[in-house]
């Protein structure tokens, strides 16, 4: 007997520990499958709102932001890309090259969750292989489309939207209703509305989690 559970994860398409953190949720889910019966949906954060057109370099975008010398951020990546590598998830060698502002991502995201989740989770994942992935520039509407078809969604009507302000509305409040919630940082990863696990966790912490939230109904 399983017992149904609600996942919200929030979560940005600029945020690499995002695409671990949802590689590793997938994997629990499947190893907690005679336990849990999962509905995931994904919420909008921007780690980056202010980001103009064109975006910024990785390592210029670190310095100002954090702090930090060019070797620790590559330290920092080969970390990620091995974290990624045991879940499944292969990150682009060379990373992302730029961060851009990821609001249409969000648009369309939200509009894939009208349909369901299974187009939603496939959108998220064409979205994140193609930044994580291959360092697409995801501000872009041909590289946005391209993530809709591989997630055999409606290019035509993605098109509308992002010709449009459609979602924007939705994307904003659900953005303030996040952060009103209390969430800083992603990903997160709120079960049931009232359980939060924090950050990209290895299978098993989300595993423990599932099974525990599970059993005490």
Not at 4 to 9: E, M, Q, S, Y
Not at 135 to 143: P, S
Request: overall charge negative.
């Amino acid at each position: 007997m399983t017992t149904p559970l609600k996942i919200d994860f929030v979560s940005d398409i600029a945020c690499p520990w995002c695409a671990v953190g949802l590689a590793s949720l997938q994997r629990a889910l499947a190893q907690s499958a005679d336990a849990v019966q999962a509905t995931l949906h994904f919420q909008p954060f921007e780690l980056n709102p202010d980001m103009p057109p064109g975006g910024e370099e990785i390592n210029e975008h670190l310095a100002r932001k954090y702090g930090g010398t060019p070797a620790q951020f590559e330290a920092n990546r080969a970390a990620i890309r091995e974290r990624g590598a045991a879940v499944g998830f292969s990150f682009n060698p060379a990373g992302r090259g730029r961060i851009y502002n990821t609001f249409n991502a969000h648009r369309l995201l939200h509009w894939a969750g009208l349909q369901g989740a299974e187009p939603q989770l496939a959108l998220k994942r064409a979205l994140l292989d193609a930044y994580h992935g291959r360092g697409e520039a995801v501000e872009q509407d041909d590289v946005l489309l391209a993530a809709v078809e591989a997630a055999g969604l409606d290019a035509a009507r993605a098109r509308e939207i992002l010709a449009g302000d459609d979602y924007a509305a939705e994307v904003r409040q659900a953005e303030a209703f996040w952060q009103q919630a209390g969430i800083r940082s992603v990903p997160a990863v709120v079960i049931n509305e009232r359980h939060l696990i924090s950050g990209g966790q290895p299978p098993e912490v989300f595993e423990q989690a599932l099974r525990q939230i599970a059993q005490a109904g």
